[in-house]
């Protein structure tokens, strides 16, 4: 369980670094770590407590509804980790419509870690509080 929650948590700080890395550079991506360290690593240990309960709920019983809101705040740690080095997207997709989104985002870049950090928070309590359940009861 402690384990597989760490990777879930090192593997979203993987695609954090890849998605960034493809977009402007390993270089940048490192700086951007460095400025926003406290929430990326915040959302990735999110993620991971929210696997590592998963993990342990899902080897006690099957819960259907668990699944889906890792899922969801899973996608939205990504989502915000992302958010930060998104704007330079203009790059390389000079679309209208993207830059004006992509011009949205990085004026609330902060707005949106502390989003993906609240769904992370919701998602372990939700879990948590299954976790407690059950093992009361044992």
């Known amino acids: 369980m402690l384990v597989k929650g760490l990777l879930a948590s090192l593997a979203l700080l993987g695609i954090y670094f890849l998605l960034v890395s493809l977009i402007s ?12 360290w ?7 240990a999110g993620f991971g407590v929210q696997v590592g309960l998963y993990i342990y709920l899902r080897t ?52 949106i870690f502390w989003i993906g950090i609240l769904a992370n928070l919701i998602g ?4 948590g509080k299954k976790a407690c359940l059950l093992r009361k009861m044992e």
């Open 25 to 36: 550079g390993f270089g940048f991506a490192q700086e951007q770590f460095v400025r926003y």
């Open 124 to 127: 372990i309590f939700y879990i």
């Open 60 to 111: 006690k019983i099957a819960e259907k509804n668990v699944g889906k809101v890792i899922a969801v705040s899973g996608t939205t740690s990504t989502l915000s980790m992302i958010s930060c080095c998104s704007h330079y997207l203009i790059n390389i997709l000079p679309v209208i419509g993207v830059t004006g989104v992509i011009t949205l985002i990085s004026q609330y870049q902060i707005q």
């Open 38 to 44: 406290y929430f990326i690593l915040a959302l990735s």
